[in-house]
C-alpha cells in the first residue's frame, strides 16, 4: 500500500473524532516516552464493522520500518506486549468494546503500533478510539 495512516472519522466513540481502517494496510504508530520495568495498563475503544474482523496491538520495544519480526511470531524481541482484539462486532455506530492488558516497558520508548489485517473495505472497517496508558 502507498498511504499507511489510517483514516479520520466521526464515528469515534461517543461522536468523537477517531481512527478508521478501511484497508488491510492501515497502521497506529506512537512513539511514547515511558519508564522502564514500570507496569502500565494500555486501554483502547474499538469497533469493527463485520465479524471475524480482528485487531492486532503491539506495545514494541524500539521503532520498526517493516513488519518482518512481528509478522513472523508475537513472541518476537521487539514486542514488549502483544493483544489480539477478537470481540469487538457491533453494526450499532455507537457501541465500542473498550479492551486493557498490562504491560512493563523494557526501555523507557514505546511504540503503540496497531493494524486489522482483515479490515479490506468500507464493509469491514474498524474503527479506534481513546487509546491511553496510564
Same mark, same amino acid.
Given at each position: ?16 473524532? +477517531? ?49 518482518? +519480526? ?65
Amino acid at each position: 500500500c502507498t498511504d499507511e495512516q489510517p483514516n479520520s472519522t466521526s464515528d469515534g466513540n461517543n461522536g468523537t473524532r +477517531g481512527a478508521k481502517f478501511s484497508s488491510n494496510c492501515r497502521r497506529l504508530y506512537q512513539v511514547v516516552a515511558v519508564e522502564s520495568g514500570t507496569e502500565y495498563t494500555f486501554s483502547i475503544d474499538t469497533r469493527s464493522e463485520a465479524m471475524n474482523v480482528d485487531t492486532e496491538v503491539f506495545i514494541l520495544n524500539t521503532e520498526i520500518t517493516t513488519e518482518t +519480526g512481528i509478522d513472523a511470531s508475537t513472541s518476537d524481541s521487539a514486542i514488549d506486549a502483544y493483544y489480539e482484539i477478537t470481540n469487538d462486532y457491533n453494526t450499532d455506530k455507537t457501541v465500542f468494546t473498550t479492551s486493557s492488558f498490562t504491560f512493563t516497558p523494557s526501555t523507557n520508548e514505546i511504540v503503540i503500533y496497531v493494524r486489522s489485517l482483515d479490515a479490506v473495505d468500507s464493509s469491514n472497517e474498524v474503527f479506534i478510539d481513546n487509546v491511553t496508558i496510564e
